[in-house]
């Protein structure tokens, strides 16, 4: 069964570096999302990616974050200078159209920590 | 803002029990998603419901989208073990967006 792809598992990093998290969508969908979740709180939305632009981000989502697909079948997450508060597992996921018609598939999540 | 708030937000019950998970908003949503989320792991989908008043059935699990499809519910018939997890409802909110719930952590007891 096809399914979202994420890379690393686990990353920790000091505080001040960048790190890009990577993620494989499944291969037919054009929708792709980055979603995290801070331990023992709610998944919250970052940001939503179609047609090689951002269609949506969040308020957490500011000039420290960014998104790429740099070829036909990654998409990735890169923090330019991260903080504490950057700790978080982080889910990329993937959809075959709009969030109105069809059902996200989530990767297995990366879990960031910053020391 | 759109919000989905879940309830309970814990529930501890005895295998073989019934139980009753409720996401509620005042906004209408397009569109709702129930996902599990086992810890350190990515919420995995198990169903969409699209139409006021629709009810799907997944095995010992009902869902149900409210008439007015501002809320849902996920009813667990004879709960197992296996149910164990974090329960996560989560709206379509716009194109290109989904946002979640508060979740309801379920523990069965066996």
């Known amino acids: 069964e096809p399914e979202v792809t994420q890379t690393p598992s686990h990353q920790v990093t000091q505080m001040g570096q960048e790190v890009i998290l990577r993620c494989v969508p499944i291969?037919?969908?054009?929708?792709f999302y980055w979603y995290r979740q801070i331990l023992g709180q709610k998944v919250e939305f970052l940001v939503s990616?179609?047609?090689?632009?951002?269609?949506?981000k969040s308020e957490i989502f500011d000039d420290q974050f960014s998104v790429e697909r740099p070829d036909g079948s990654n998409f990735t997450l890169k923090i330019r200078s991260t903080k504490l508060e950057d700790s978080a597992m982080y889910f990329c996921?993937?959809?075959?159209?709009?969030?109105?018609?069809?059902?996200?598939?989530f990767g297995q999540g990366t879990r960031l920590t910053v020391v | 803002t759109q919000l989905l708030e879940q309830s309970p937000q814990f529930l501890s019950i005895q295998e073989g029990e019934n139980l009753t998970v409720y996401c509620n908003s005042s906004s209408v949503f397009s569109s709702l998603q129930w996902y599990r989320q086992e810890p350190g792991e990515g919420p995995v989908l198990l169903v969409t419901v699209v139409t006021g008043g629709e009810v799907k059935k997944l095995k010992r699990l009902t869902f149900q989208f409210g008439d007015a499809r501002k809320d849902s519910s996920l009813h667990i018939t004879a709960a197992q073990p296996g149910d164990t997890g974090l329960y996560l409802c989560?709206?379509?909110?716009?194109?290109?967006?989904?946002?979640f719930g508060t979740g309801t952590r379920l523990k069965v007891l066996a």
């Open positions: 990616f179609y047609n090689n632009e951002i269609s949506e």
């Open positions: 291969s037919n969908h054009l929708y």
């Open positions: 989560a709206g379509a909110a716009g194109t290109y967006k989904y946002i």
């Open positions: 996921a993937s959809s075959l159209g709009g969030s109105m018609n069809t059902e996200a598939f």
